[in-house]
C-alpha cells in the first residue's frame, strides 16, 4: 500500500517501496524529497526556511505565475509560496506505481496579487526510476484572459558541480542574467558550470542529459510544453548573499530548470495550457524510457 501522511506537518508522501519515495509539502506543492533506493535525488539547503511563509531553498519548487522580479509580488511567483490542496492522496495503480494529485486556485491573497481566477493541477507519478510531472493550468473566467510564466525549479543534487555536463544546449541562445541579460549561442557541445551560472536558454529541445548526479550516474530530464531551460548556480559569493543558503553547499547542487519564461503563456477564458517533465535516472545499459 503506498503510503498516506496528510497532518499538521503538511507533508504527503508517496511510497513505492524498495526505499523510493517522493516528498512534496503543501507550502508551493514543493518536493522536497526524492528517493530511489534510499538515495536523495534532490538537493536541499541545511538552511531552508519551513515557516510556510518563505519559499522552500531546494527540492523542486513550482514557479507561477511569474519568472523572476515582479512588481506585483513575490520574486518568482505566489505559488511557491502558497499552501496547496491535496485533490488525490497517494493512490497505488494497477502497475504499483505511485499518483498523487494537487491543486491551487484563486483565492482572496493571489487576487490582491494579481487580479485573475485560475486553476491549476498537479499530478505526480512516482515509477522506479522515474518521477512525472503534469501541469494543467485553468482559466474558468468569461471573458479575460491571463498571461504567466511557469517553471520547475528543479534543484538537483550533485556530488560536485563542477564534473557535471548538461546536453541539448548546444547552439541554443540564452540570456545570461549574471551579464545584465545580454543575449548570447552556446557553442559547447556539453554545458559545464564552474563559476556563478544564470542562464535561459531559449526553445530548447526536449530532453537534455545531466553527468555525474548523485552516484555517478546520468539524470535524464524530459520535458513537454516548456521551451525554456534555466541553468543556475550562484557559486561562491551569491551563495553568502543567500540567508537560507549555506556558504559551502553551492557545489552541491545544480537547478536545471524546465519552464516558460522568455515567452509568456496567454490563456484566453474557458481554455487550458498543459506542460509536462519527467525525470529518470539512468542506469547504464537500461535507458530506454518506458
Ligand atoms: C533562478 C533565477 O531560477 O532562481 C535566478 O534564474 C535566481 O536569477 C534563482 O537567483 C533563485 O531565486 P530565488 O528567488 O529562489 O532566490
Same mark, same amino acid.
Request: one cysteine or more; aromatic letters at 10%; charged letters at 20%.
Given at each position: 500500500?503506498?503510503?498516506?501522511?496528510?497532518?499538521?506537518?503538511?507533508v504527503v508522501v508517496l511510497d513505492r517501496g524498495n526505499n523510493t519515495t517522493c516528498t512534496i509539502n503543501l507550502h508551493g506543492a514543493t518536493v522536497v524529497s526524492w528517493r530511489v533506493n534510499n538515495q536523495e535525488q534532490l538537493f536541499v539547503s541545511k538552511l531552508a526556511s519551513f515557516?510556510?511563509?518563505?519559499?522552500?531553498?531546494?527540492?523542486?519548487?513550482?514557479?507561477?505565475?511569474?519568472?523572476?522580479?515582479?512588481?506585483?509580488?513575490?520574486?518568482?511567483?505566489?505559488?511557491?509560496?502558497?499552501?496547496?490542496?491535496?485533490?488525490?492522496?497517494?493512490?497505488?495503480?494497477?502497475?504499483?506505481?505511485?499518483?498523487?494529485?494537487?491543486?491551487? =486556485?484563486?483565492?482572496?491573497?493571489?487576487?490582491?496579487?494579481?487580479? @485573475?481566477?485560475?486553476? %491549476?493541477? @498537479?499530478?505526480?507519478?512516482?515509477?522506479?526510476?522515474?518521477?512525472?510531472?503534469?501541469?494543467?493550468?485553468?482559466?474558468?473566467?468569461?471573458?479575460?484572459?491571463?498571461?504567466?510564466?511557469?517553471?520547475?525549479?528543479? @534543484?538537483?543534487?550533485?556530488?560536485?558541480?563542477?564534473?557535471?555536463?548538461?546536453?541539448?544546449?548546444?547552439?541554443?541562445?540564452?540570456?545570461?542574467?549574471?551579464?545584465?541579460?545580454?543575449?548570447?549561442?552556446?557553442?559547447?557541445?556539453?554545458?559545464?558550470?564552474?563559476?556563478?551560472?544564470?542562464?535561459? @536558454?531559449?526553445? $530548447?529541445?526536449?530532453?537534455?542529459? %545531466?553527468?555525474?548526479?548523485?552516484?555517478?550516474?546520468?539524470?535524464?530530464?524530459?520535458?513537454?510544453?516548456?521551451?525554456? $531551460?534555466?541553468?543556475?548556480?550562484?557559486?561562491?559569493?551569491?551563495?553568502?548573499?543567500?540567508?537560507?543558503?549555506?556558504?559551502?553547499?553551492?557545489?552541491? =547542487?545544480?537547478?536545471?530548470?524546465?519552464?516558460?519564461?522568455?515567452?509568456?503563456?496567454?490563456?484566453?477564458?474557458? $481554455?487550458?495550457?498543459?506542460?509536462?517533465?519527467?525525470?529518470?535516472?539512468?542506469?547504464?545499459?537500461?535507458?530506454?524510457?518506458?
Amino acid at each position: 500500500m503506498a503510503t498516506t501522511a496528510v497532518a499538521a506537518t503538511s507533508v504527503v508522501v508517496l511510497d513505492r517501496g524498495n526505499n523510493t519515495t517522493c516528498t512534496i509539502n503543501l507550502h508551493g506543492a514543493t518536493v522536497v524529497s526524492w528517493r530511489v533506493n534510499n538515495q536523495e535525488q534532490l538537493f536541499v539547503s541545511k538552511l531552508a526556511s519551513f515557516d510556510g511563509k518563505n519559499a522552500i531553498r531546494g527540492g523542486i519548487p513550482f514557479v507561477f505565475p511569474q519568472f523572476g522580479p515582479w512588481s506585483f509580488g513575490p520574486q518568482h511567483g505566489f505559488a511557491r509560496i502558497s499552501r496547496w490542496h491535496l485533490d488525490r492522496a497517494p493512490e497505488r495503480l494497477h502497475n504499483g506505481d505511485v499518483e498523487a494529485i494537487f491543486s491551487l =486556485m484563486d483565492n482572496e491573497l493571489t487576487r490582491a496579487i494579481w487580479n @485573475y481566477q485560475f486553476r %491549476i493541477t @498537479y499530478r505526480l507519478i512516482l515509477r522506479e526510476k522515474e518521477l512525472h510531472f503534469h501541469i494543467g493550468v485553468f482559466n474558468p473566467s468569461k471573458e479575460l484572459s491571463f498571461t504567466f510564466n511557469m517553471l520547475l525549479h528543479t @534543484y538537483l543534487k550533485v556530488p560536485d558541480v563542477r564534473r557535471c555536463q548538461i546536453t541539448g544546449l548546444h547552439g541554443c541562445t540564452f540570456i545570461d542574467k549574471t551579464r545584465e541579460g545580454a543575449l548570447y549561442q552556446e557553442g559547447r557541445e556539453v554545458v559545464t558550470v564552474n563559476e556563478w551560472t544564470d542562464r535561459i @536558454y531559449q526553445h $530548447t529541445p526536449q530532453e537534455h542529459v %545531466i553527468t555525474n548526479v548523485v552516484s555517478g550516474r546520468k539524470m535524464r530530464l524530459h520535458k513537454y510544453n516548456f521551451p525554456d $531551460t534555466v541553468i543556475w548556480n550562484p557559486w561562491i559569493d551569491r551563495s553568502r548573499e543567500m540567508k537560507d543558503f549555506g556558504d559551502d553547499e553551492f557545489p552541491n =547542487m545544480l537547478c536545471v530548470e524546465a519552464g516558460n519564461v522568455t515567452s509568456p503563456i496567454i490563456l484566453l477564458p474557458g $481554455t487550458a495550457f498543459e506542460a509536462s517533465q519527467i525525470l529518470q535516472i539512468i542506469i547504464e545499459g537500461n535507458v530506454s524510457r518506458k
